[in-house]
């Protein structure tokens, strides 16, 4: 999933509040808008009551950026204040149309002196019934070892080291993700079922957070609620964090030339961290839970 950065386009994320197309306004009938919308810049978490939305969004690690919301009839009117952004982005306004029963937005957003510099578009992460762009990839081969390290885990409780976690266990799954990546989010339900099907007979799953917020993190644990260990890498969403992380240097090793490179999914045969198989994107189902059953065969 590509993250474009949070940038004015957070507005537009919030803008994805738009007004549900059959939402009937004189009836007091609204959308479920509340939650995190992934946004062609960025994500934005909104808070919905009636007709009214209100979100906060990170720039640059500072959450004092607002936006409020009205809906009418099917557009969605958003003003916004931004002091993290340099101006004339400080204060703007956006107009939204709702789609896909709710599940996306799009539409224009103005600058303070009422200049359009764009078009906002967005999906709500875990929208259904539509799950366009998704990023399955087959399981491949690693040319390179995948490199070991220390990360704390989102609870704050232990650390866990790679290379001691996955000793003894016939296979492992490292999966790292983006709370704010669509993708993971989908991802997310996947791992959680191969887990709870073939755990028993000794697979094991690791979810790493990179490029993510420690908070956020938290918010994706409340939404998903793994039942594996989730341990925290990057924090940031800048391009120098990106490309300082081991993520993402292994990554290009195997041929991954995503931007941000989530979800994307390591297995480790019996502790061999030399000889990987990887997945540069959202697992196949259908094809990696015999791959599993096959590895744990006789278990």
């Given at each position: 999933m590509t993250f474009k950065g949070l940038s004015l386009g957070l507005l537009g994320n919030l803008v994805g509040l738009l007004a549900f197309p059959g939402a009937a306004r004189n009836q007091g009938v609204f959308p479920d808008l509340t939650g995190d919308w992934d946004t062609n810049h960025g994500v934005v978490f909104l808070d919905q009551k009636g007709e009214r939305v209100t979100a906060e969004f990170d720039f640059?690690?500072?959450?004092?950026?607002?936006?409020?919301?009205?809906?009418?009839?099917?557009?969605?009117?958003?003003?916004?204040?931004?002091?993290?952004f340099p101006p004339p982005f400080r204060r703007g306004r956006a107009t939204l149309s709702l789609l896909a029963h709710g599940t996306r937005w799009e539409g224009p957003w103005f600058d303070a002196e009422g200049v359009q510099r764009g078009i906002w578009s967005g999906i709500k992460i875990g929208?259904?019934?539509?799950?366009?762009?998704?990023?399955?990839?087959?399981?491949?081969?690693?040319?390179?070892?995948?490199?070991?390290?220390?990360?704390?885990?989102?609870?704050?409780?232990?650390?866990?080291?790679?290379?001691?976690?996955?000793?003894?266990?016939?296979?492992?799954?490292?999966?790292?993700?983006?709370?704010?990546?669509?993708?993971?989010?989908?991802?997310?339900?996947?791992?959680?079922?191969?887990?709870?099907?073939?755990?028993?007979?000794?697979?094991?799953?690791?979810?790493?957070?990179?490029?993510?917020?420690?908070?956020?993190?938290?918010?994706?644990?409340?939404?998903?609620?793994?039942?594996?260990?989730?341990?925290i890498g990057s924090v940031s969403t800048d391009d120098a964090t990106r490309e300082g992380t081991t993520h993402y240097r292994f990554r290009k090793h195997v041929g991954d030339k995503r931007k941000w490179g989530t979800p994307f999914n390591v297995f480790?045969?019996?502790?061999?961290?030399?000889h990987p198989l990887v997945v540069a994107g959202e697992l196949i189902e259908e094809e990696i839970g015999p791959f599993i059953a096959r590895k744990l065969a006789g278990r």
């Open positions: 640059q690690g500072k959450r004092d950026n607002r936006l409020e919301g009205v809906l009418r009839g099917t557009v969605l009117e958003v003003t916004f204040t931004q002091p993290s929208a259904r019934p539509e799950q366009p762009d998704r990023e399955f990839a087959p399981l491949l081969a690693s040319p390179v070892a995948y490199p070991d390290f220390i990360l704390r885990t989102a609870d704050g409780s232990t650390e866990i080291r790679l290379s001691d976690w996955i000793r003894g266990k016939p296979l492992v799954l490292v999966s790292t993700f983006a709370g704010w990546c669509k993708n993971c989010n989908w991802e997310a339900p996947v791992l959680a079922r191969l887990y709870a099907k073939y755990h028993s007979r000794g697979f094991d799953v690791l979810q790493v957070s990179e490029y993510t917020h420690p908070s956020d993190v938290e918010r994706f644990i409340q939404r998903h609620h793994p039942p594996f260990p989730v341990v480790i045969v019996k502790g061999d961290q030399a």
